[in-house]
C-alpha cells in the first residue's frame, strides 16, 4: 500500500484550494472593475471638459445670429 507520511501530507494538503481559487477569481474581478471605473472616468472627463470649453465659447463670442442657446444671453 502506498500510505502518505506526514511530511509529504503538508504538500498534497488541497483542503484550502478551493477557497484561494475564489480568491484569485475575485481579486481578478475586482482588478478589472477597478480599470474599467477608471477608464470610464477618464472618457467622461474629456467628454465634460469638451462640452463645457464648446459651450462656454459659444455663450461668450457667440456663433448664431437668429437663435442662441438663451435668450438672456447678449452674444447676438
Known amino acids: 500500500m502506498n ?3 506526514p ?3 503538508l504538500f498534497f494538503n488541497e483542503r484550502g484550494q478551493a477557497i484561494m481559487e475564489y480568491l484569485m477569481i475575485i481579486l481578478f474581478i475586482a482588478f478589472l472593475s477597478v480599470k474599467m471605473v477608471t477608464a470610464y472616468n477618464k472618457i467622461l472627463d474629456t467628454t465634460f471638459k469638451s462640452l463645457a470649453k ?3 465659447q459659444h455663450l461668450n463670442i457667440g456663433v448664431c445670429e437668429s437663435r442662441c442657446f438663451s435668450d438672456g444671453y447678449q452674444n447676438k
Open 3 to 5: 500510505q502518505v507520511g
Open 7 to 9: 511530511k509529504q501530507s
Open 54 to 56: 464648446v459651450l462656454t
